[in-house]
C-alpha cells in the first residue's frame, strides 16, 4: 500500500506542476498577442516617441509605474489654430507594480489619451507577467538615416524611424517574444538611393472590381504627392541620387511596404511637335520652367482615347484608380525621358523581406506613330508580358503596339529582359494596352520616346 500510494501521489503532483506550467505558458503566450494587437497600430501611427521614464506628456503623469514608450499621435497641422503642434492622442506604455493578478507582481498597461485631455486615460492591462527591470523598446533608425535622435533623452519624430521593437521575457514560463512595428509617418531622409523603412504618406490603390481580371490584386503606385513638395525632389534626381519613396500596401496586404528609388533623366533633343505648334526650348517644359525634360504624375485614363483606365461599359480596363498612378510627359516637344526604379524592395510591417510579389508597369497613353515605350530589367531578370487571364496566356495589348517587328506578338522582345512597343501609322483607336511584369526585380528602366506616360506597381499574391 505505501507503495502503490506513493506512486499516485507522484503521479498527482506531477500532473499539477505540469497543469501550473502549462498554464502559465498559455497566459504568457495569450499576452504576446494581446500586446501585439496594440502595439504595432499604435507604433504605426506614432507622429513622436520616447523611451525616456520622466518624459512629459505622459498619459495621466499620476498613474505611477514606469513609462517604457510614449507616443504621441494626431499632430494639429491646421493653420492658424491656436493648438497647432500639439497632438490630439497620447499613448504610454507603463510598467506597473500592482495586486491586478500578474504572477510576477508586474503588469503592463497601456494608457490612452485623447482629445488633449491627459488626466483621464482609457487604462489597458496588456500583460500580466512582466518581468520587475522590463527592458524599454529599441527604437532603429531609417538605413538611410544614421541616427534619428535619441528617444531615451525625450520626444523624436517618427520621420526618420524604421521601427521600434520590445522584447519580453515573462518570468513564470521563461516565454519570450518580441513585438514591432513601424511607423506610417516615416519619410525619405536624403536622396542617395537607399529606401526608406516606412511609408511616406504613398499608397498602392487597386482598380474597381470586375474592371480587370487581376484587379484584385494588381495595385497601382499613387504619384499625386510629387505634385506638390515632392515634384521639386524628383526634379533634382537628373543631377545625381534618386528619390526615395515608401508606398503603403494597406490592411488588405498586411500593410506591407514597397520601397524604391525614382530617377529620371533625359534627351535634349527638343524637336517641334507639329500637333500643337509650341515653342521648342528647354524652358517651354511644362512641369520644369528652368529647364529639362520630365514627367508628371497623372490620372487615369491621361486622355480620352488611352485603354489604360477607360470606363466605357464595354472596353473598361482597370478603371476607378484613384489618385495618380501615371507618369506622363508633357506634349510640348517630340523628346525622350528614361526613369529608373531602383533598389525595389517588399517589406512586412515588422521589416521583413518578402518574396512572391511581381513589378508591373503598363502603358498608360497611346503608343502611335513616332512612340515608343522600352522596358527593361537587369539582365539574369526576365520581363515577361502580362496576361489579360492568367488561366488564358494571352496579353491585353490588341493593337497597342502596331509597329513592332515581330506582328504575331504585337510587341517587340528585343531580350530576355526587355520588351519594346513601338506605335504605327493609322492604327486608329487602341484595343488594349501593353503591361510587363518581372519577378521581384531589383530595379526597372522605362525610355519614352515623345508623348507616353506609364504605371508602376505590384502584382500581389
Known sequence: ????????????????????????????????????????????????????????PQCDSGYGGTQLLGIQADEITTTGDPNA?????????VEVNSNDGSSSGWSLVRLYCSGGNLTTPLVTTLAYDLPAAQAVPTVTCNTSNASCGDPSQGWISTTGVGHISLPITEPASKYSFTVTGSPANSTATSNQGSPVSASGGQACNLASPGTGPLAGQLCFVDFSQL?????SDLLATEGGGCLEMAVSLGAQFNNDTLYFCLYQSSVSNFTPNPA???TCTP???????????????????????????????????????????????????????????????????TGVPLT?????????????????????????????????????PSPPDGNACGGGTTPSLGYQRDSANQIECIGAAGVGNKTGALMVEAVQPTSLTVVMQHYEAITFGLLLP
Do not use: H
Open 356 to 392: 512572391n510579389w511581381e513589378i508591373v508597369s503598363a502603358d498608360a497613353e497611346s503608343t502611335d506613330n513616332g512612340e515608343y515605350i522600352i522596358w527593361t530589367t537587369p539582365v539574369g531578370t526576365s520581363l515577361s508580358v502580362l496576361p489579360d487571364n492568367p488561366l488564358v
Open 1 to 56: 500500500m505505501p507503495l502503490i500510494i506513493g506512486a499516485l501521489s507522484l503521479g498527482i503532483i506531477s500532473v499539477f506542476s505540469l497543469q501550473s506550467s502549462v498554464g502559465n505558458r498559455l497566459g504568457d503566450s495569450s499576452d504576446a498577442q494581446v500586446i501585439s494587437s496594440k502595439f504595432e497600430s499604435d507604433v504605426q501611427s506614432a507622429d513622436a516617441v520616447t523611451t525616456q521614464s520622466s518624459s512629459s
Open 85 to 93: 503642434g500639439s497632438y490630439l492622442v497620447d499613448i504610454s506604455y
Open 227 to 231: 505634385t506638390s513638395g515632392g515634384y
Open 283 to 349: 524652358a517651354a517644359s511644362i512641369e520644369n520652367p528652368n529647364g529639362g525634360v520630365f514627367v508628371r504624375p497623372a490620372s487615369l485614363p491621361t486622355y480620352n482615347n488611352a485603354f489604360l483606365g477607360n470606363s466605357n461599359s464595354s472596353t473598361a480596363f482597370y478603371s476607378g484608380v484613384v489618385g495618380d498612378p501615371a507618369l506622363y510627359m508633357s506634349d510640348a516637344c517630340m523628346w525622350q525621358s528614361t526613369l529608373t526604379f531602383k533598389n525595389i524592395s517588399v517589406v512586412s510591417s
Open 276 to 278: 500643337n505648334n509650341k
